[in-house]
């Protein structure tokens, strides 16, 4: 007793040394930024030389985050936001006393920009105090752009129409950036003011500087603490029509079934139907392009997760889903146009997204063209959320699985709290969901789920509890669900004070438990559990970091467990116990390293695991990182070694073309697999792919390397026309 009351004093103690500082204003004057309306031209360039950007006034009240919070920015840093009927420019001048330690290590698009010298834009033409965008550049004018919901979570996979051209001389970096209104969805109205916030990161100091809202208990992406960019009137979409149209021809070679020559034509159109409301129309939609998944060694008894990476399904993403917890979510588009690994023809689809008012709406209509002994199948999705206060909504989901066999259906209600002014300026979630899920329309008794949490985000304490439910026959088919007949109880409290300063630490990172309890929900069984306790761990100043993490397991096994073709884990009940230890250094030097290192219990046996990871840049042109996992385990029954690698390289010419190579070899599943992509953008919005794939399926001591299991090269145009 006495030392649990020692513990909940030094939760205190944290919460009373480290609140005071972030209980004043996070804003700083001006809070508002002018767009100047100009009709003329000018050069896009990146070197800021129009008269125009020396004319209009400029904001520079940067305020740090990190290392320094509440000081000034250390490097002078401006901005000026000019537009005309059909583009907003913005200027930003990041001068730097000592230009030498600039660092700017990539030029590809999507680029890892935490790892770089960047500056970020954030907006949110909404009113809506939750949705945005994200654009971000590097000095060497690399681009990466991220779709903002909630205001605290991304989409990185979304690629918006913008540009950006930078310069960089002996005082500093400066860009250029264009981002055509077509671009955006916004409120429609004579006289515009949406939200509005900048970052720059000069990633040489491990300093992070905000315009607006630099509290450590948000990001960038809190709409509700941004400034307002003023001055926009009179504008509209120019162009209201996107045409998309590709051709693709190709080879591919499979070692059972020959050689195939695919030849395809598709396009998508895009309409505004309103500048807040967007409809997508695709036929014959063909995914070539999309880089491979990386499949690593699986040792649990579930399925794995693999995010989406189709563009037709990423803008609005968000406004699909419908979480469960666990990964678990009543829609998982990857379920549409994928069947076991294996393409499946999209005859025609629609999708309609955006905001009516305080309505947001995502409706999805998909038809799939028929697949071996699976008829053509219509998959339709049906999202609504309704607005509620400055953060919240309430809302519901549909979704509808129909061929000429049979039906699936799921009904969904939600509704969420979400306030970034508990406790006067801390940040505070409560949600709760419930879903069921017919068969032709028909109810069944057992297959209901529900879900709620309460989530308290912040910096010094991050403090999340749950409870969800799912039936055993409970069945999304649109959706993903890991596994079903379950009660589940979830509490992780995570504690990071910001102690030893003058010892270089940043942050101190204590995790005194994060556990899952898992319930059978038909008998009440004790099912299984996870608990990882951090009593020690630590961010450096200089961008290191550690933990030692202690991890115990519970999993009661209904059934054998196949880890391997010679490996069975008998039926039985058993307690695991781990412990890991963790060290990154900072991933913006030219060369860094990841490596953890795990050992004890594993179902009766014991386990070692190894995972490293290092990175190498050469130059802002060429980047390559590796990743090596390698697993001992030793069993009753048997040992079983696993080793997964997996490396990527990327050469990037220009920021519009780039040449990559991902390769990966899991002994566990016996694949290796090679991709090589080439990315060209003639134009912005327009993309020219070529992609070559080669797969091994055997056992790499039988694996000739000169006959691969399955090949395949494809050359694929995109071009956009707007209208």
């Known amino acids: 007793m006495k030392k649990g009351k020692t513990f909940l004093s030094i939760i205190f103690l944290c919460f009373l040394t480290n609140t005071h500082i972030y209980l004043f204003a996070q804003h700083s004057e001006p809070t508002e930024i002018r767009a100047v309306k100009f009709n003329g031209k000018i050069k896009f360039d990146g070197f800021l030389n129009d008269s125009i950007w020396k004319q209009i ?8 985050r990190d290392l320094n919070f509440g000081e000034p920015v250390t490097e002078r840093t401006e901005v000026a936001v000019i537009y005309n009927n059909n583009t907003l420019y913005l200027g930003v001048w990041c001068y730097q006393k000592d230009a030498s330690k600039i660092v700017a290590k990539n030029m590809n698009t999507d680029f890892d920009y935490e790892t770089d010298d960047n500056f970020r834009i954030m907006i949110s033409p909404f009113d809506d105090n939750r949705n945005g965008y994200l654009f971000v550049t590097n000095p060497n004018g690399a681009r990466a752009d991220i779709q903002i ?24 970096w400066f860009a250029e950036i264009e981002i055509p209104f077509n671009t955006l969805q916004f409120k429609k109205g004579k006289v515009l003011d949406w939200a509005i916030n900048f970052e720059r990161d000069i990633v040489s100091k491990n300093e992070q500087a905000l315009w607006q809202g630099w509290s450590r208990d948000y990001s960038i ?36 079934e020959g050689n195939n020559y695919p030849l395809k034509f598709g396009a998508d159109l895009n309409i505004n139907l309103s500048p807040t409301l967007k409809l997508n129309l695709t036929t014959f939609t063909d995914f070539a392009q999309v880089e491979a998944d990386r499949i690593p060694v699986n040792l649990t008894r579930f399925n ?26 009543v829609f998982y588009s990857r379920t549409i146009g994928i069947s076991d690994g294996e393409e499946v023809p999209i005859i025609a689809g629609a999708r309609l997204f955006g905001k009516i008012g305080k309505n947001n709406i995502g409706f999805l209509n998909i038809q799939e063209g028929k697949v071996n002994d699976i008829p053509t199948t219509n998959n339709t999705v049906l999202r609504y959320k309704r607005d509620l206060g400055a953060q919240s909504y309430i809302g519901g989901i549909f979704t509808n699985v129909i061929n000429s066999e049979h039906s699936n259906q799921v009904f969904g209600l939600d509704a969420k709290y979400q306030t970034s002014d508990f406790f006067k300026d801390k940040n505070l979630v409560i949600e709760g969901k419930i879903a069921a899920s017919t068969e032709d329309f028909s109810l069944n008794e057992n297959a209901l789920s529900y879900r709620f949490y309460i989530d308290y985000p912040n910096d010094l304490i991050d403090n999340y509890m749950g409870f969800s439910s799912m039936d055993e026959d409970f069945n999304p088919e649109l959706g993903f669900v890991r596994r079903r007949n379950y009660n589940s109880y979830v509490w992780f409290l995570r504690i990071s004070p910001r102690w030893f300063d003058s010892w270089g630490v940043k942050r101190m990172l204590f995790k005194p438990w994060g556990f899952v309890y898992y319930q059978t929900k038909n008998t009440g069984e004790f099912e299984s559990f996870s608990n990882e306790t951090r009593p020690l761990g630590a961010v450096f100043k200089s ?20 880890i391997s073709d010679e490996i069975s884990i008998p039926v039985g009940k ?18 860094w390293a990841s490596i953890a290192y795990l050992f ?12 490293s990871e290092l990175g190498v840049n050469i130059n802002k042109h060429l980047n ?7 697993n001992q385990v030793d069993l009753p029954d048997g040992s079983l070694k696993t080793n997964e690698v997996a490396a990527y390289l990327n050469y990037a010419f220009t920021t519009r073309l780039n040449f990559s190579l991902f390769g990966q070899y899991n002994n566990l599943d016996e694949i290796m697999i090679y991709n090589l992509r080439l990315h060209w953008i003639p134009k912005i919005g327009s993309d020219f792919y070529f992609v070559y794939n080669i797969g091994y399926d055997e056992p790499v001591k039988r694996i000739e390397y000169l006959k691969p299991a399955t090949t395949s090269a494809v050359a694929k145009l995109i071009y956009r026309i707007t209208f």
Do not use: C
């Open 57 to 64: 006034p400029h904001i520079s009240n940067f305020t740090q």
């Open 149 to 172: 919901y909630s205001g605290e979570d991304g989409n990185e996979d979304w690629n918006a129409v913008w540009d950006v051209r930078t310069s960089r001389t002996q005082e500093g």
């Open 221 to 256: 992406f809190a709409v509700v603490n941004a400034g307002k960019l003023t001055g926009i009137t009179d504008i509209s979409y120019a162009k209201k029509f996107e045409f998309k149209p590709y051709g693709l021809v190709g080879w591919q070679y499979n070692s059972e």
């Open 304 to 329: 794995l997760y693999y995010p989406e990476k189709r563009q037709f399904f990423l803008e609005g993403y968000d406004l699909y889903s419908f979480r469960l917890g666990y990964r678990n979510n």
């Open 543 to 562: 961008g290191e970091s550690f933990e030692v993490n202690f991890i115990q397991n519970y999993d009661r096994l209904d059934e054998d467990f196949e």
């Open 574 to 591: 058993y307690w695991m116990y781990n412990y890991e230890f963790k060290f990154d250094t900072y991933q913006s030097r030219r060369v």
């Open 600 to 611: 004890g219990g594993f179902y009766g046996g014991n386990i070692k695991t190894f995972e």
């Open 624 to 630: 390559m990182s590796g990743s090596y996992t390698w």
